[in-house]
Nanobody, 123 residues
């Protein structure tokens, strides 16, 4: 059973930054794509960023390009999301998910999810 545990959320003013982390269990972490998604109240879960197993390929939602950076440390079974220049519209619960072998933003390609970490950006 794969377990994902997110951390790093919090309350921040617009223009500020946060770094989210997602620790994964299992020996095959480096094989799989990992992704970050977010869900605001009353909205569907939306794609934020994804990274290949080796870390050499990434993709981002247009809304976060140039502000967010996804990375991973396979030795620590951890994926990160550095979020800079935060905006109030970034407020949401952020989830990490384990995908398959293709770097995609389709939520249906991710089978395992963490419990989420809340990010609130005030204006």
């Amino acid at each position: 059973q794969v377990q994902l545990v997110e951390s790093g959320g919090g309350l921040v003013q617009a223009g500020g930054f946060l770094r989210l982390a997602c620790a994964a269990s299992g020996r095959t972490f480096s094989v799989y794509v990992m992704g970050w998604f977010r869900q605001a109240p009353g909205k569907e879960r939306e794609f934020v960023a994804a990274i290949s197993g080796s870390g050499d390929r990434t993709t981002y939602a247009d809304s976060v390009k140039g502000r967010f950076t996804i990375s991973r440390d396979n030795a620590r079974n951890t994926v990160y999301l550095q979020m800079n220049s935060l905006k109030p519209e970034d407020t949401a619960d952020y989830y990490c998910g384990r995908g398959t072998f293709t770097v995609v933003g389709d939520v249906n390609s991710y089978r395992y999810w963490g419990q989420g970490t809340q990010v609130t950006v005030t204006s």
